[in-house]
Every structure is written in structure tokens, then in C-alpha cells.
């Protein structure tokens, strides 16, 4: 390292190395949420995400949308890591550079893309002999390299298998909705549903099982924020569109829902309390700032409505002034989280009460996708053998 330019190399590499190292661990390994805002892994996401958005804009179809969408999690997996790799690749070489090239071949003069060559097939163990060190520091520069390879192959095999079973943990209690909430899941729906004999206890049970569920998915995102990219089976559910069903359900319950106050209320709170938390910190660890929707979901004309629909099933929303601006505080506590994530992910938000001719997912089938007189709904991602 006798020049500026070997010394700017070596401090270069050995920074590039660390950067790459230790977005890893605070990736992969760290399993608490990281406030700081500059990171390799944040940047990546930032930009791939932007570019995927404009891809998937480009397609037509709602459903080919979604699918071009739900390729994005597990494709940004793979290239996250092929940037760590070439990262570490670069650094090494960048290394052996500085040290002044001090490696043997068989045919040439040694350049920094014989360091490039050298340190790629060090990093992947390839060993082809073509290229060798022949300097103490050379040496050490490749054996420490070739064990971060093997270590890198050890972290991909233990980082994938725990990811999916985070996701398949979150996507269990999704599915469930639809017996229970409707698809997608509304908050009016899954009150209808509960309105008769033993509904409020089952709905009691149901605030308490999102009560963990919302826990679980925030330990998880926090943990790990790719997961919030990976997408339902259905088009038409989403993480995003069931926690929102689930808060607005708990709202219209701790404003004052007959038959279900002495029952729910107490958990209904509980639950309406982890699920504020967990859309306040995903909305700060993706730093999206809360923003108001451009329409309101619940007008004074489709409050009535929900109303009128659940007094239909024997339930009795509170009324008058003070229940409306009730209801109004609680929602302004997550709504505006809810449309920022929402805006994100492009996952859309429900309406408190289903459309016209929804059908629940559970009723359909590939070979009855109508459930009898009623239309399709969401299709399922991926094929029909």
C-alpha cells in the first residue's frame, strides 16, 4: 500500500465490507426493530420497491396486478442477498487491489478484474486454481473470505424457512376471516355474524385471537420488514385489509354496540390497544407519516346504513352525538396509519359493510367460482393443475 490510491482501496474495501456485514446482521440476525434510517437494506427496498410499482402499473387487470405484485417479497429476497454478495465480492478485491495484486495466473498479467475473478470465486468456493495468492496478506484476505462464503450459504438456508413460517403463522388467521368477516373481511360483517346465540362470546374469543395475532405481527414485521411485502392468497385479502376490518370492528364495539358491551368490551379494547400499536410502529419503521384518506370511509349516510343493516340482525349501535364523535376519535387513531400503509403496499383498506354480490371465498371453489347465483370473488394466485 505505497500510494494513495492503494490506501483509498483498502479503506474502501474494508468500509464496503462492513457496511454489507453488518446490514446483514441488523437484517437477518438483530431480532429487534433498528431506527436508523440510513441502511443498505432500507435504500434497496426504497428504490426496487418504486421501480416494481411502476412495472406492475403498467398491467391492465386488477388480478395481474396482484400477481405481479405478490412476486416482489421472495424476488427481493433474492436480489437483497445478491447485493450483500456482490457487495463483500467487491470489498475483497477491492482489498486485494490495495495489497498491489499480489496474486499468480496462468495467462496474463494480474489486474483488478483478476481480483475481481479471484475474490468471486473465493466467495462461491468454486477454488479453480486458475488464479492464487501469493502474499501472507493475500492468503489471509482468501481464507477469510471463503469462510464468509460458507457462513453466507449457512444464513440463507435459516433465514428463508424462518420467514415463511412467520408468514404462514400471519396468513392463518386471514383465512380464517372469511367464515367469520366476510371476503375481504368488514367490520359490519363480522358484527352481523355474531349478532345471535353465542356471538358475543365467539366474537370475544375471535378480539382475542387477533389480540396475538396483531402481537405476532408486530414482533415479526419489526423484525423482519420484508414480510410486510408478502401478499395473501387472495386477491382480495390482505394483512392490511384484516387488521383494519379487526380495528373497526373493536371501535364500533367500545362506542357502544348492544349485545356486545358487557360481553366484548373489555376486549375489544384490549385488542383495539396492540392493533394501534402495531400500525404506529409499522408506519414509523416504513417512515410513513400518517395521512388523512381522500374519501371518507364511514360518511354520515353509510353510518346509517351500517346502523339500519345491523339492527336488521338484532344489534343496536349506539346513537346521538356523543356516540358519533366517539367512533370519529377512534377511528382517527389508526385510519390514518391504515392509508399509509395502505398507499404503500398497495393493498387497499375495506369498506365497513360488503358490496353487493360479494360472496365469501370459502363458498367458491375452481370448479363453482360463482358459489352458486353470486359473482366470483378474489382468484387465487398461482396455478390450477
Request: hydrophobic fraction near 50%.
Amino acid at each position: 500500500m505505497d500510494t494513495p490510491a492503494q490506501i483509498i482501496s483498502a479503506i474502501s474495501g474494508l468500509t464496503l465490507i462492513l457496511i454489507v456485514l453488518w446490514d446483514a446482521f441488523e437484517t437477518v440476525i438483530l431480532p429487534r426493530r433498528v431506527t436508523r434510517r440510513v441502511r443498505l437494506a432500507r435504500l434497496f427496498y426504497r428504490l426496487v420497491w418504486r421501480l416494481w410499482l411502476r412495472v406492475a402499473a403498467v398491467v391492465s387487470k386488477i388480478t395481474g396486478r396482484e400477481a405481479n405484485l405478490s412476486y416482489f417479497g421472495p424476488l427481493s429476497l433474492i436480489m437483497l442477498l445478491s447485493v450483500w454478495a456482490f457487495g463483500l465480492v467487491c470489498g475483497f478485491a477491492l482489498l486485494l487491489w490495495a495489497d498491489g495484486s499480489a496474486v499468480k495466473v496462468l495467462d496474463g498479467n494480474a489486474d483488478f478484474l483478476t481480483d475481481l475473478y479471484l475474490s468471486g470465486t473465493t466467495f462461491f468456493t468454486l477454488g479453480l486454481g486458475d488464479v492464487v495468492p501469493r502474499t501472507r496478506l493475500a492468503r489471509l484476505l482468501i481464507v477469510i473470505e471463503a469462510g464468509m462464503g460458507i457462513g453466507f450459504l449457512a444464513l440463507l438456508v435459516g433465514y428463508f424457512p424462518a420467514l415463511n413460517q412467520s408468514f404462514s403463522r400471519r396468513e392463518v388467521n386471514i383465512s380464517l376471516l372469511d367464515a367469520r368477516a366476510g371476503s375481504p373481511a368488514t367490520a359490519g360483517e363480522m358484527l352481523r355474524r355474531h349478532s345471535g346465540e353465542g356471538g358475543p362470546d365467539a366474537l370475544r374469543a375471535l378480539f382475542a385471537d387477533w389480540e396475538i395475532w396483531s402481537a405476532e405481527l408486530l414482533e415479526s414485521h419489526l423484525s423482519y420488514p420484508v414480510l410486510a411485502y408478502f401478499r395473501s392468497q387472495h386477491d382480495n385479502q390482505s394483512w392490511v385489509a384484516a387488521l383494519t376490518a379487526v380495528m373497526d370492528a373493536s371501535a364500533l364495539v367500545i362506542a357502544g354496540a348492544s349485545n356486545f358491551e358487557q360481553a366484548c368490551q373489555r376486549q375489544a379494547q384490549l385488542t383495539f390497544a396492540i392493533t394501534e400499536h402495531t400500525v404506529f410502529d409499522l408506519s414509523y419503521i416504513f417512515g410513513l407519516a400518517p395521512s388523512e384518506p381522500k374519501h371518507d370511509r364511514l360518511p354520515p349516510s353509510e353510518l346509517a346504513r351500517l346502523r339500519a343493516v345491523l339492527a336488521e340482525s338484532g344489534l343496536m349501535l349506539r346513537e346521538g352525538e356523543d356516540a358519533d364523535a366517539m367512533l370519529a376519535e377512534l377511528r382517527g387513531k389508526y385510519e390514518p396509519y391504515l392509508n399509509s400503509l395502505s398507499a404503500h403496499l398497495r393493498m387497499d383498506i375495506p369498506p365497513w359493510l360488503p358490496g353487493p354480490g360479494w360472496v365469501d371465498n370459502w363458498q367458491t371453489s375452481f370448479w363453482n367460482p360463482s358459489g352458486g347465483p353470486r359473482v366470483r370473488p378474489g382468484r387465487v394466485k398461482g396455478r390450477h393443475f
